[in-house]
């Protein structure tokens, strides 16, 4: 499915009221809800690429959403990582994290109400960010209007910081959530990921699973917080 973020050509998402861009969010809800319904579906994967060398094929601000079924292998990896440190822990690693990244400040690139950016530990790209909501919860689509009008908030933000530094780059943004009907999905915590394509993945990465990103998370950090309007 393809959600058109506004009727307004010659524009995009880091140029739209908070309004527009939470009616994008809440749109985001409204499909993954209705997709949930289906049986044939375990997942749905919401996501943005602007920009030509980031997959876009349509000029026109627009985000899309594909229901599969099967869980990504991403998704299971890091649910699965959740659930190993949830028992070793009794604690969610993503609010481990936030606390952590909140209290160190060095990759932290804005705090708004109830949602966080920051450049994450060992990126796999320059200037990747990811953005996680500070109340904890596993579904992106149990989040309140309330909430997503917060997380509009921080993402235009953030996208607006981001075109400051690099100049409108192309980017992917992905939103990793809890799948439709595991059991064992309580030591999750939804969050969006945002890379801006900025190096080539080559032979090497694909060979290895390496990744080599010749910009530190803190410089990252420390570029996009500078550059708050």
């Not at 393809?2 to 409204?30: G, K």
């Not at 699965?80 to 440190?85: M, W």
């Not at 690099?166 to 992905?174: K, Y």
Request: contains cysteine; aromatic residues 10%.
């Amino acid at each position: 499915e393809v959600v058109i973020e506004t009727p307004v050509h010659a524009t995009s998402l880091a140029a739209l009221p908070v309004d527009a861009v939470a009616d994008v969010l809440l749109a985001f809800r409204e499909r993954v809800l209705d997709l949930k319904k289906d049986p044939r579906f375990a997942y749905v994967l919401v996501f943005k690429n602007h920009g030509e060398a980031a997959g876009a094929s349509l000029e026109h601000p627009h985000s899309q959403l594909i229901a599969t079924p099967i869980i990504p292998i991403m998704v299971l990896e890091e649910l699965a990582g959740s659930a190993q440190y949830y028992a070793l822990k009794e604690r969610c690693v993503w609010c481990d994290m936030l606390r952590q990244e909140r209290r160190d400040g060095r990759r932290l690139i804005l705090d708004s109400p109830g949602f966080v950016a920051l450049a994450p530990f060992a990126p796999r790209f320059p200037f990747e960010t990811w953005i996680l909501p500070l109340d904890h919860r596993a579904a992106f689509e149990d989040s309140t209007e309330e909430e997503l009008r917060g997380l509009a908030g921080a993402l235009g933000e953030f996208l607006r910081r981001m075109n400051r530094v690099l100049g409108d780059p192309p980017f992917n943004f992905m939103l990793h959530t809890a799948p439709f009907r595991e059991v064992q999905v309580g030591s999750f915590h939804w969050h969006l990921e945002i890379i801006p394509k900025l190096t080539r993945v080559a032979g090497f990465e694909w060979g290895s699973g390496f990744f080599i990103n010749p910009v530190p998370p803190e410089d990252a950090a420390d570029a996009l917080r500078a550059s708050a309007g």
